[in-house]
């Protein structure tokens, strides 16, 4: 079993820049694909981009391609969400979720075993 939790969100004007941490605990952090998913006020909840297990591939929603960037340290069992040009629309609640699948496989949120409260990111225009 997987806990993972949220930091790092907050409030930056457009243009700018923040980077989300997703804190795993458990033993078990690199048997994981780990995915970034978000919900705007309104909206479901939209795939943003996952990990795979080792860190080497990563897969990205075309909303966020070129500006998101998602990293993991398995030896810190942590993952990040570098978010760059940031913008209005970018405005959700941020989650971060394990899942036990391929990362390839792991776009729909119901791959997902495991997930985060959520950490909220306002983008002001």
């Known amino acids: 079993q997987v806990q993972v939790a949220e930091s790092g969100g907050g409030l930056v004007q457009a243009g700018g820049s923040l980077r989300l941490s997703c804190a795993a605990s458990?033993?078990?952090?690199?048997?994981?694909?780990m995915g970034w998913f978000r919900q705007a006020p309104g909206k479901e909840r939209e795939f943003v981009g996952v990990?795979?297990?080792?860190?080497?591939?990563?897969d990205y929603a075309d909303s966020v391609k070129g500006r998101f960037t998602i990293s993991r340290d398995n030896a810190k069992n942590t993952m990040y969400l570098q978010m760059n040009s940031l913008k209005p629309e970018d405005t959700a609640v941020y989650y971060c979720?394990?899942?036990?699948?391929?990362?390839?496989?792991?776009?729909?949120?119901?791959?997902?075993?495991?997930w985060g409260q959520g950490a909220r990111v306002t983008v002001s225009s």
């Open positions: 979720a394990a899942s036990s699948n391929n990362y390839a496989y792991a776009h729909p949120a119901s791959a997902y075993n495991y």
């Open positions: 990990i795979s297990r080792s860190g080497a591939f990563a």
């Open positions: 458990g033993r078990s952090f690199s048997n994981y694909a």
